[in-house]
């Protein structure tokens, strides 16, 4: 009795490892990741965009650029023209998570 409570439990803990592991970051984050929001221009340096759309964990969509000289990540304000217009350029490209 005591030998099949212990098995069910440790299988049941592999499983929650495991799937843990296979979600990554997003079974952890748990909140939104932008807190401050930028809205002046980066121009030349912005690289990579990341689109993360809104989910239980949280409300607002948000977009995520990772820098081309430091590799930097910086959450754009998706209400500035600039940001629109590069959405709209990059869309095709841009990676949706």
Do not use: M
């Not at 959405?87 to 998570?97: D, E, F, V, Y």
């Amino acid at each position: 009795w005591c030998n099949d409570l212990y098995l069910i439990f440790l299988l049941s803990f592999i499983s929650l490892i495991t799937h843990l592991i296979v979600q990554g970051d997003q079974a952890l984050n748990l909140r939104c990741q932008c807190i401050q929001k930028e809205s002046k221009r980066i121009g030349r340096y912005l690289g990579k965009v990341e689109v993360h759309p809104a989910n239980s964990h949280c409300r607002e969509t948000e977009i995520v650029a990772t820098l081309k000289k430091d590799g930097q990540k910086v959450c754009l304000d998706p209400s500035a023209q600039w940001v629109k217009r590069i959405l709209k350029k990059k869309a095709p490209h841009r990676i949706l998570t």
